[in-house]
């Protein structure tokens, strides 16, 4: 199945399916890392009808998000004499797209790139929508650019070699997207178990429907993309207080996820039955849903530690019953401080 993205600029496809061959007439440079290159690498070049190609890896992990490995990268192009028609392929998980991305938007001002995800997280979410970017000491993805892809190749059969921890990470971004925005895709996962490999595909064809969708009306997040953010704003301070050690993303957001329905609650606009439904879920992939806070005015004052409080106002997405969200920077500090004493 095809996912059609229109943006103003330009428009591509989502192809969700096993991957077919790809014939690219131009120099290629396939970015990916060491992990993803041992057990799929075989497969991809299978696939690829190339005649001017060549890999590199970077190191694998989030701590080599960074622009020194974006140097690395744009050198490898350099090397091998990339001209303005050269094409990147992003072949790995959302740390490879976003960094890949990157790169394709800096080389001689932009180049095309093509994304090839392997990891659930990146394949309903990273790979789509032209978000990229890399770290630095002052948070995470702060430097970037907005560059769209010129296709996604999504094929889950990467997926059978993914740790289940991986796995669930990328569920819980499922999850928020269609308690944000589809309450008829939150009852079909009621009943439907992601592990189960039919279903899966329709799970990614429903998410990067609703992401493409959000992203048509929104491209730079200047209003609605920021629902993307749902279970975010509570997510990003728990992966900052944590060292980034004890949980994926994925995990943060689904406790973050948690803790925004608590809020929901508290203001009325979710019911407990509502609430209790989202966490069953989650805790069905044996997401966390629970956190133990230990410092109350501690974990309020993190949330300006984080990027979107560089406009000193909180954010919250606070999602209305399931299938609709509300962005909002009214909320008290008072019902957030009391909801969190309550978690
Ligand atoms: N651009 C966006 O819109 C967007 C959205 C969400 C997240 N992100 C970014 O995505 C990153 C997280 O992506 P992620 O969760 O994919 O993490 P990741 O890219 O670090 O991949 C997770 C791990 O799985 C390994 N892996 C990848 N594919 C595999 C496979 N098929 N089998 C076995 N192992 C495999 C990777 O080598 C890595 O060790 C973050 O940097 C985040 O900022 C970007
Ligand atoms: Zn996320």
Redesign the pocket.
């Known amino acids: 199945m095809t996912v059609q993205i229109n943006l103003p600029n330009t428009s591509y496809d989502i192809i969700i399916d096993k991957l077919s061959q790809i014939t690219i007439d131009k120099k290629v440079v396939i970015v990916t890392?060491p992990?993803?290159a041992d057990?799929?690498l075989d497969y991809l070049l299978s696939k690829l009808d190339i005649e001017n190609l060549s890999v590199v890896k970077i190191p694998?992990?989030?701590q080599y998000?960074t622009l020194s490995t974006i140097e690395n990268i744009l050198e490898h192009c350099f090397e091998q004499k990339l001209n303005r028609s050269s094409v990147l392929i992003a072949f790995?998980?959302?740390?490879?797209?976003?960094m890949t991305?990157f790169t394709a938007s800096l080389y001689q001002r932009g180049i095309e790139f093509i994304q090839i995800?392997?990891?659930?997280?990146?394949q309903v979410?990273?790979?789509?929508?032209?978000?990229?970017?890399v770290?630095n000491k002052f948070g995470?993805?702060l430097i970037g650019a907005f560059h769209q892809p010129k296709a996604v190749y999504i094929d889950s059969s990467?997926?059978?070699?993914?740790?289940k921890r991986?796995f669930s990470?990328?569920v819980a971004?499922i999850v928020k997207m269609a308690v944000c925005f589809n309450k008829e895709f939150f009852e079909w996962l009621e009943k439907n178990d992601l592990r189960d490999g039919k279903n899966i595909d329709i799970a990614i064809q429903k998410s990067v429907e609703t992401k493409a969708w959000v992203v048509s009306q929104d491209e730079k997040e200047k209003g609605l993309r920021a629902a993307?953010n749902y279970g975010h704003t509570f997510g990003h301070v728990i992966e900052n207080e944590t060292k980034y050690e004890k949980y994926?993303?994925?995990e943060a957001v689904g406790i973050g996820i948690c803790m925004a329905n608590a809020l929901s609650v508290k203001l009325g606009i979710m019911s407990e039955d509502e609430q209790k439904r989202v966490k069953i879920l989650l805790e069905q992939y044996d997401i966390p849903t629970t956190y133990n806070i230990e410092d109350i005015e501690d974990f309020y004052e993190h949330f300006f530690l984080d990027k979107k409080a560089l406009d000193s106002k909180i954010k919250f997405i606070l999602a209305i019953g399931i299938g609709d969200c509300k962005i909002t920077d009214k909320v008290s500090k008072n019902d957030v401080i009391a909801m969190l004493e309550e978690f």
């Open positions: 890392n992990t993803i057990l799929h694998d992990g989030e998000k790995g998980g959302g740390v490879i797209g976003d991305g995800p392997t990891t659930l997280l990146s979410d990273a790979s789509v929508g032209g978000k990229t970017g770290n995470k993805n990467f997926l059978t070699t993914l740790p991986e990470a990328g971004e993307l994926l993303h994925g």
